[in-house]
């Protein structure tokens, strides 16, 4: 099997070195651009890497290394045989990301019940909608209805819901929130999280039959956000990063979870009330008493899902206090968007043309190691490490996923488009 891997690997790679990727006439899978002065090498050839800025589109410095083909000389004749640099603009994007609220619908939750539907708009949506990051909230927990107590209703302009009370029959969406309605108890959250997923417990109102996955961004960052008084007792943390990871690559793999687990529980509060604990700080077992609040358990279960996601622990007694804690749980998800795995293909100088085939990716991570380039994989079925593909449908660069984990770990990436004269396919894994 291998060996016929290979095989057609190579018959493919070497019809492709019979395409000319500095040519000023158009073919398939090709984009314009002029002739202009030699000075590449080979698929790494020099560049200018890209500075970025803040926010979340930063525009950088994008080189178009055109190099030359077989047999032509660096200095060529000029005209079409020549190859040379070219630059132009990018922008780096952020990740989007898709952030799951799970709230404990108990009978002891009401006033804090009340205080996310105060802050989830004003403090957390808000500080979202301000920094320019692409998010989308999805809900957990009962929706409110007439004479039911500890459930909620999120209104706008997070939700389409004008105003509670009166309150509405049923949840209503925007692009960016979606609920998922049904009772969260005490002790079993995270099994219905991993349960409604997929539908396989349906939510009460048949709005997602096929379950809130249904609602995730492929290309998103995933953020969960417990809210609870208790503990788990019917599923342990490394049991529900197994057993969500299984369900959706999207949250990476049980030996490498890509979410990240906040986590607002009866866990005691620190000297100063609303600061969290963090990952590097053990899990605790005293318990918060602000507002005279009476909790059932420090929640060790979700604290140990913080600590292994590098997510935030915050004491629920502070319920008076939510907007501070919104705030600094939406500054995090904000702090920590990664940048996206996608590009788009920038339009080449006029007039000449540039085979997409012979595409490669320069990233340097700005750690002071230098810059690495990516190889071409020629679908995402055959992706390996270091590489990318081009997405047929969109007709955009998208890294590997090894790669874009990489990618994003990086302190102050800057990443270049380089498209050369050679193809830059890389071997498919055996």
């Known amino acids: 099997m291998a060996s016929t891997v290979v095989s057609r690997w190579g018959q493919r790679l070497a019809a492709l070195a019979l395409l000319s990727g500095c040519s000023a006439s158009s073919g398939p899978g090709s984009t314009s651009s002029p002739p202009t002065q030699s000075t590449g090498g ?29 047999g032509t000389s660096a200095g060529g004749t ?84 004008t105003a509670c009370p009166p309150t509405p029959d049923r949840p209503a969406f925007t692009e960016r929130f979606y609920q998922y309605s049904l009772k969260v108890d005490s002790l079993n959250s995270l099994v219905l999280l991993v349960d409604t997923l997929d539908a396989t417990e349906p939510d009460e109102f048949k709005l997602a039959p096929m379950g809130w996955g249904a609602w995730l961004r492929p290309n998103a960052k995933k953020v969960i956000l417990e809210i609870t008084d208790d503990n788990s007792t019917e599923m342990t943390a490394s049991d529900f ?135 071409q994989a020629m679908t995402a079925a055959e992706c390996v490490p270091d590489a990318f593909y081009i997405d047929a449908a969109t007709n955009k660069i998208q890294l590997c996923p090894e790669t874009c984990s990489s990618a994003q770990s990086g302190a102050n990436p800057k990443i270049d488009v380089l498209f050369t004269c050679e193809p830059t396919f890389v071997k498919p894994p055996a």
């Open 78 to 161: 000029g005209g079409v045989d020549a190859c040379a640099t070219q630059q132009a603009d990018a922008l780096l994007e952020r990740q989007p990301v898709d952030i799951i609220v799970t709230i404990d619908n108990s009978g002891s939750m009401q006033d804090e019940i009340d205080a996310v539907e105060s802050n989830i708009n004003t403090k957390f949506a808000n500080i979202l909608q301000s920094s320019g990051v692409d998010f989308r909230v999805i809900l957990v927990s009962r929706h409110e209805k007439k004479g039911r107590q500890t459930s909620i209703c999120v209104t706008a302009p997070l939700s389409a819901n």
């Open 42 to 70: 080979a698929t790494g050839a020099s560049h200018q890497p890209s500075p970025t800025a803040g926010g979340t589109a930063q525009a950088g410095t994008l080189s178009i290394d055109v190099v030359p083909n077989a």
């Open 241 to 375: 990063i197994a057993k969500l990871t299984a369900k959706s690559l999207q949250f990476g793999t049980a030996a490498a979870p890509t979410f990240t687990f906040h986590s607002i529980t009866g866990i005691g509060e620190k000297p100063q009330a609303t600061e969290p604990w963090l990952p590097s700080e053990p899990v605790q077992t005293s318990l918060c008493t602000g507002n005279d609040d009476t909790v059932e358990n420090s929640g060790p279960v979700y604290q140990e899902l913080s600590r292994t996601t590098g997510g935030l622990r915050f004491p629920l007694c502070q319920f008076s206090a939510f907007d501070a804690v919104f705030e600094k749980i939406a500054n995090d998800v904000v702090s920590h968007a990664a940048i996206a795995c996608e590009f788009v293909i920038p339009e080449p100088p006029r007039g000449q043309d540039l085979d997409l085939s012979k595409v490669a990716v320069s990233y340097d991570a700005g750690d002071g190691q230098g810059a690495k380039t990516f190889g």
